[in-house]
Each structure stands twice: as structure tokens, then as C-alpha cells.
């Protein structure tokens, strides 16, 4: 299922509108939920390698959940797209690292959020993010970095091609 989009970037009507934007939080959230689920794997075989047992699936659907809306937010925002025209690379690692920077932030804010309903004050949430870790955060946020690189890659490279040239390419069958 795909709606019309004109050449400005968002469909006309409110049906359509709402349509595209389920479509493409859909898109983001399943995109998402593999890297995490992924990750999460990883680290669960790691860990169960030392008799340790982690396995927090659940995790991964949730915050690919919220971070796929904070996505959709920051692609209605229009986010990233001043460099439009520039050289792809440039363009991708840009986009990259602003939705980087605002998934970490509004990560920040779910935790102070969570942190203040369970009655901890917001500060310590935040603080204790990657169970505390400097290097940890660090890591989590390269790695979200990593993660988004790819997805980036394939949005300009659609907007390049122009608007369902990309799903065409990779839907059609081989030459």
C-alpha cells in the first residue's frame, strides 16, 4: 500500500496523509526492531556464553516503537534536509548523526520521564542510563549511529531517484 506523494513531499488530504505516515512509522519501526532485536541477540549469546541470562526482546520492540515515532517526528520536521542537493555521503552521514543525536536526546527524556513516574529524581535516571557507563553510552550511541547509516543511505538514495524509484529497483525482478 503506497500513496501518492507530490513532488513538494507530502500527500494531499488528511486520509493520505495519515496513510504515508503509517506507512512510513511502520517502515522505520520494523527496520528498528530488527537492528535492536539484532543487537539484542548478539548480546544475549555473549552473555549466556559466561552463564549469564539477558534475552530482553521486549525491549527492542518498545524502543524501536518510540524511537520510530521520534523518527517520524523528526522526518515531519523536516530534520537534515537543508543539505539536500549536496553530495550524497555528506548528506547521509549529516542525516545520520542529527537523528542520532535526537534519538539520544529524547531517549534522555524517556528515561528522566520513567525515571520521575517511578519516583527517582530525573538527574539520577538520566545518570544511571547504561547502568551508569561513560563508555557504555558512547558505545550505544555509535551504535545507533551505525544503525541509522544504512537506513539514511537508502531515504536519499530514493529521494535521488524520486518517490517509489527505489522500492521499484529492489521489488523488480533481476535483469
Known amino acids: 500500500m503506497s500513496t501518492a506523494v507530490p513532488p513538494g513531499g507530502h500527500p494531499k488530504g488528511l486520509k493520505a496523509r495519515l496513510l504515508h505516515e503509517l506507512e512510513e512509522y511502520g517502515t522505520i519501526f520494523a527496520y528498528l526492531y530488527v537492528a535492536f532485536a539484532t543487537v539484542i541477540f548478539y548480546r544475549d549469546a555473549v552473555l549466556r556464553a559466561e552463564g549469564i541470562a539477558f534475552g530482553a526482546y521486549g525491549f527492542a520492540f518498545f524502543k524501536a516503537l518510540v524511537m520510530a515515532k521520534f523518527m517520524v517526528l523528526g522526518h515531519a520536521a523536516r530534520l537534515g534536509e537543508r543539505l539536500r542537493g549536496r553530495r ?63 537506513y539514511f543511505a537508502l531515504r536519499v538514495l530514493g529521494e535521488v531517484l524520486g518517490k517509489g524509484e527505489l522500492k521499484r529497483i529492489f521489488l523488480s525482478r533481476a535483469a
Do not use: C, Q, T
Open 88 to 150: 550524497l555521503f555528506i548528506n547521509v552521514v549529516y542525516r545520520a548523526s542529527l537523528f542520532m543525536a535526537l534519538l539520544v536526546a529524547f531517549s534522555m527524556i524517556e528515561e528522566a520521564v520513567v525515571g520521575l513516574l517511578h519516583g527517582r529524581a530525573a538527574a539520577d535516571a538520566i545518570r544511571d542510563m547504561a547502568d551508569g557507563s561513560l563508555r557504555e553510552k558512547f558505545a550505544y550511541a555509535l551504535l545507533l549511529w551505525v544503525i541509522l547509516l544504512p
